[in-house]
């Protein structure tokens, strides 16, 4: 069984890998297995905790089945909208390829690409596009658990002039090439911190048990320090992570774009006053909570992503931002061409494109950050992540 668990691929939050599983011996619920491990060691860190509640290859969140996302599952993505959003991002990565030589062989590396679901619109735009853009592609995702796997691979292997689906980045960035690696909804996915003020000292928030099965977080010291002009008690999120998951994508690209979607801020505004209890929400059924110990395995957990730090991350790692805007105004760029060709005149589109956009919907909690070798960051991009 153990060989079957896949490596994390977030850096500092081992799974555990010895729960019991042989034939007749009860499978533990993954709360037991959290207490099990938290008895061995005292305390888990959150990330740890959220490695097991959402990735256990057994029971973990997305582990589990593939029905989170969309109408009849826990939460809604750019992608249950429509296809629509791949067919704009498929445009953006074509005009990649079109302004950077059309390498006869580039890759678009998806991350967190789920069922395949936002894949199989890109491929089919593209492909509908540009036939030799198409074929010289290489559409690449690194996928750790062995269900998505193979849901990606039954609704890609005819879509794709070739696919490659590795458990690990590893496998990919064995043969790096120039090209786009992007993810929706991603970096809120990957394991985060829990700190807090206490008595002027930044203290982080470990995992313990409680009484009668249940979990609590206790206050430990930390080297994360944001300093001290934050009220007394507030909590926030952070993600030590970047750096890990950064190298292992950009390893996978000898040069090109870099373009993630998700819910966020830059530091100004995620670290304001008032969001004096951080952002941690989970997801049931379209529900949102706050308490991440309610039922671990069955709702989502996540935390928006701070820009600033994720842009400084990047520079460090030679890929600097070329653009951050709001989802609603970067699609709406991108849209300019299609909606100018007729290619947004029928009421399905229309009404995509206004969810997508309209600040009301997704146009204004998402925002999109684009980063490519070029150091030259343009001032507004600069001025909006707060570098
Ligand atoms: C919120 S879902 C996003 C799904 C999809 N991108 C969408 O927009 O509908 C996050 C996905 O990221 C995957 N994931 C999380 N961490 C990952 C990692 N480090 N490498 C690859 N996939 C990861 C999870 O398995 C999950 O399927």
Not at 12 to 24: E, F, R, W
Not at 62 to 85: E, H, I, M, P
Not at 197 to 222: C, Q, S, Y
Not at 319 to 325: D, V
Request: glycine letters at 8%; one cysteine or more; aromatic letters at 10%.
């Amino acid at each position: 069984m153990s060989d079957a668990i896949p490596k994390p691929p977030y850096g500092d939050a081992p799974i555990p890998q010895d729960y019991p599983n042989s034939m007749g011996a009860a499978i533990p619920s993954l709360r037991e297995k959290i207490i099990s491990e938290i008895s061995k060691r005292g305390s888990i860190s959150f990330p740890e905790y959220l490695a097991i509640a959402l990735y256990d290859p057994e029971l973990g969140y997305y582990a589990r089945d593939s029905t989170q996302v969309g109408r009849r599952g826990d939460f809604y993505t750019s992608v249950s909208v429509g296809s629509l959003f791949g067919r704009l991002l498929a445009q953006r990565f074509l005009g990649w390829w079109e302004t950077n030589g059309q390498p006869a062989d580039w890759r678009i590396l998806e991350i967190g690409a789920h069922d395949g679901t936002l894949a199989a619109d890109i491929l089919s735009e593209i492909r509908q596009l540009s036939p030799d853009a198409w074929q010289a592609l290489e559409y690449a995702i690194p996928e750790p658990l062995p269900r998505l796997r193979g849901l990606q691979k039954a609704r890609l292997e005819n879509l794709a002039s070739r696919l490659l689906i590795a458990e690990s980045f590893e496998a990919i960035s064995a043969h790096a090439l120039p090209g786009v690696a992007f993810g929706n909804e991603i970096l809120d996915a990957l394991p985060f911190h829990l700190i807090e003020l206490k008595n002027d000292v930044w203290k982080e928030l470990h995992v313990i048990a409680g009484e009668n099965g249940t979990l609590a977080l206790e206050p430990r010291e930390t080297s994360i320090q944001l300093g001290n002009s934050f009220p007394e008690g507030y909590r926030t999120e952070v993600r030590t992570n970047f750096p890990d998951f950064l190298a292992s994508v950009t390893a996978c690209l000898t040069n090109g774009l870099l373009m993630f979607a998700d819910y966020g801020f830059a530091a100004p505004e995620y670290y304001d006053v008032y969001r004096s209890s951080g952002t941690l929400r989970t997801f049931s059924s379209h529900k949102a909570g706050e308490d991440p110990f309610a039922a671990p395995g069955e709702k989502d957990i996540t935390a928006h992503v701070d820009f600033t730090d994720f842009a400084k991350t990047a520079i460090a790692l030679g890929y600097f931002p070329s653009a951050f805007s709001s989802q609603g105004n970067y699609l709406t760029n991108l849209a300019k061409t299609l909606i100018l060709n007729g290619g947004v005149d029928d009421t399905k589109t229309i009404a995509q494109f206004q969810s997508l956009t309209h600040p009301a919907h997704l146009g204004a909690k998402f925002h999109i950050i684009e980063l490519t070798r070029s150091a030259e960051i343009p001032p507004e991009v600069a001025h909006r992540l707060a570098l």
